[in-house]
């Protein structure tokens, strides 16, 4: 007999992490501009595994044995990288059947601060409802991370939290005590009637565009758009479904 | 020639308080549930002054000096103290003329993280409208502090930096680019229509309705019974308008 409802929680900010660490979680690290929508991306387009480093020293040392490295710190390419964090860089005629490493300014680092739960794994709106649809079937408790931005709130991290809970409540094996959880699904409620002009008002909208990297805000906020489900795995993502 | 608008920021956690503190702002501490709200209420009761200390033990040596000492943990009144965090312990009866001594889990503590800043004052529903009058003419840049619970999001403390946040930006005074802000205007919006109702699915409700303290809750919630600003200078909390 087993009636008992599974825990749902958001955490807000990496600097709240602490306060939402359950080794029997499965983690939702979720950085919709740019990280997490790039990696769904990269593995749509047929990326055979993703590294994720959480150092710029990691990613330089990979580089030098040859790998293919997507990197940025604030926006900018490093310099010895392939190309940065924009989806737009993962087309399939370059990284199709590829290994790559990847590290951004907080997306990498939460997947390593989340690395002890049950089961990591990669959210955005390009893979909402197949990640909604798993989620509902793996019978733990789940904890949604937003990487924030240098550990502050933010806003279309909150925004894609709240559209997965919902998700996740409906289902009815969830049930949540969390106000951060609380929170997202009245900002996903006012967000949703037009997520493009909501999400203007995000800073990380005006952060992008003052460094003219704002083309691929519209396409990170479209749902559904791949089926794949980034899961992290002996330090690699790889695609599930 | 000075057109230069004031910076507005909201932090949602202790735990983020690092990445908004600045010696300039002035910092309105916020926590509704109960600490904030019962310091409105016993400055407008007539208490000469209030001495908030972070430690039980602060709180203990206090009393054993004769003070009147208010002093909770986890919504439980400590042994030694007089009485706990309810606004209904501080009675004009029992308080005017007084001074009292002050620590509670989450709020007390925070007045002393923004020590620093350039001023420090206390915010509740209780006294929304002249503290928002009070700031606006203080021509410094303001950081609402939300003592949240235990270093989690709290959504009373949010919603009431939403409806202080509005009433600063309507004054032109003021500009953001803090998505805490943001959502908090957003979480307000909703829950202005009816706050009693909307606050029955905050956590802290729950928390304290177990523990049967939740008698304050729409007291707490009530706008402008005071226009008492609690300032905190030289270790204590006094009554400014």
């Not at 006012?190 to 992008?208: H, S, T, V």
Request: glycine share 4%; aromatic share 8%.
């Amino acid at each position: 007999m087993k009636n008992e409802k599974l825990r749902l929680e958001t955490c807000l900010s990496p600097a709240l992490y602490s306060k939402h660490a359950h080794d029997d979680n499965i983690v939702v690290v979720v950085d919709i501009l740019r990280a997490t929508s790039s990696i769904c991306t990269a593995l749509h387009n047929g990326v055979k595994r993703i590294i994720p480093v959480s150092t710029v020293e990691e990613a330089r040392i990979k580089k030098e044995e040859g790998f293919i490295v997507a990197s940025e710190r604030d926006g900018y390419v490093l310099d010895f990288a392939d190309f940065g964090n924009s989806p737009f860089n993962f087309t399939a005629d370059k990284v199709c059947g590829k290994e790559i490493v990847y590290s951004t300014t907080n997306g990498t680092r939460c997947i390593h601060m989340a690395s002890h739960s049950k089961a990591v794994v990669i959210g955005s709106f390009l893979n909402l409802t197949a990640l909604a649809n798993w989620l509902i079937k793996q019978d733990a408790p789940v904890l949604i991370f937003c990487a924030s931005w240098k550990d502050r709130f933010s806003l279309e991290d909150t925004v894609f939290a709240g559209a997965l809970a919902e998700r996740l409540l409906q289902s009815g094996k969830f049930e949540t005590i969390c106000d951060a959880v609380t929170a997202s699904l009245d900002l996903w409620s006012l967000a949703q009637i037009d997520l493009n002009a909501y999400i203007q008002k995000a800073a990380q909208k005006g952060r992008l565009a003052a460094k003219g990297l704002d083309d691929c805000i519209e396409f990170c906020h479209q749902p559904d758009f791949t089926e794949v489900i980034p899961l992290f795995s002996d330090g690699e993502l790889i695609a599930v479904s």
